[in-house]
């Protein structure tokens, strides 16, 4: 079991950067894919970015493809999402979440943390 806590959220204007952080418990880390989401408000919850156990494979959605960049270090037990040229529209609650398969489908991931709240004004 793993449990994760994301961090790195807050108020941004357009065009500006974040990096968002999930740290997680337990020794098995590295077994794990690592995933970020989101849900904007009045919206369901979408993939957002995806990497493999040892981070050597990444998928992204096409609404964030280059500039969001998914990042682990299994050393920290930590997964980054760096967002880069932020928009309104990028605004949500951004959750990470582990799966042991490499998957952009959310009932493949089994843990998910509690979620950090981004939002960008334009």
């Known amino acids: 079991q793993v449990q994760l806590v994301e961090s790195g959220g807050r108020l941004t204007q357009a065009g500006g950067s974040l990096r968002l952080s999930c740290a997680a418990s337990?020794?098995?880390?590295?077994?794990?894919?690592l995933g970020w989401f989101r849900q904007a408000p009045g919206k369901n919850r979408e993939f957002v970015a995806a990497?493999?156990?040892?981070?050597?494979?990444?998928t992204y959605a096409d609404s964030v493809k280059g500039r969001f960049t998914i990042s682990r270090d299994n050393a920290k037990n930590t997964v980054y999402l760096q967002m880069n040229s932020l928009k309104p529209e990028d605004t949500a609650v951004y959750y990470c979440?582990?799966?042991?398969?490499?998957?952009?489908?959310?009932?493949?991931?089994?843990?998910w943390g509690q979620g950090t709240q981004v939002t960008v004004s334009s």
């Open positions: 979440a582990a799966s042991v398969r490499f998957s952009i489908v959310q009932s493949e991931y089994d843990y």
């Open positions: 990497i493999t156990w040892q981070g050597e494979g990444t």
């Open positions: 337990g020794r098995t880390f590295s077994s794990y894919v």
